[in-house]
């Protein structure tokens, strides 16, 4: 099947719409990681597929997310990489450690 001008608009503008969103909620939303969420396309794949078993939710987001997965497990996620870098790198779903050093409990031990 050929590519016609509109389907490559229309991948486009999906593939856009699909970079500029993040995670609303749970564990991935503005709570966890503030100020906006994760993006969707670094969600996890367990993540994605885990919605995948229960369902996504209604609406765009999940039309978006069901998007995601699919092209996820289809092995092609490598798609997504341009999208990261203009966006500044894969999201990072690791905390930093806080590095907590007790000096009195330290001296104490000598």
Known sequence: MEFTDIDRDDLRNL???????????????????PPRGVPIIDL???????????????????????????????????????????NGGRFRLTRKRRRAVDFEEREEQR
């Open 15 to 33: 593939m856009e719409e699909i970079a500029r969103t993040h995670m609303p909620f749970g564990k991935f939303g503005p709570e966890e990681y």
């Open 44 to 86: 996890p794949p367990e993540y994605l597929a885990w919605f995948a078993e229960r369902g996504f939710p209604k609406g765009r987001l999940g039309e978006l997310l069901a998007t995601v997965f699919e092209i996820k497990q289809g092995g092609a996620d490598a798609v997504f990489q341009p999208l990261r870098e203009r």
